[in-house]
């Protein structure tokens, strides 16, 4: 199985980026479908992005169109989430999560394996 480890987290202003990373060992990551999903206090987990097992990526545009865009790096064996024009209600933790699906789902129960999350801050 895969363990995933996310870093990149932080604390930035409004309007600036950060790009977080998901990081895969056990497997090579290119075998499973990865999503990143976010949760806030008080609220329930969302879906963000995600990138297919092929390599096709799907955003969620309601909240992050245009501002978020992950990707993935094979030898590294390590995916990505861009986060730029980052707004106050980006605040929350960020989850990486991956299942042996060869499509993504945005339904977080969809998935096997997950990190332990990272806290992305984004002051007004």
């Known amino acids: 199985q895969v363990q995933l480890v996310e870093s990149g987290g932080g604390l930035v202003p409004a309007g600036g980026s950060l790009r977080l990373s998901c990081a895969a060992s056990?497997?090579?990551?290119?075998?499973?479908?990865v999503g990143w999903f976010r949760q806030a206090p008080g609220k329930e987990r969302e879906f963000v992005a995600g990138i297919s097992r092929s390599g096709l990526s799907r955003h969620n545009e309601d909240s992050v169109k245009g501002r978020f865009t992950i990707s993935r790096d094979n030898a590294k064996n390590t995916v990505y989430l861009q986060m730029n024009s980052l707004k106050p209600e980006d605040t929350a933790v960020y989850y990486c999560a991956a299942r042996s699906s060869v499509v993504v789902t945005t339904v977080d129960v969809g998935y096997d394996y997950w990190g332990q999350g990272t806290q992305v801050t984004v002051s007004s």
């Open positions: 056990g497997r090579t990551v290119s075998s499973y479908s």
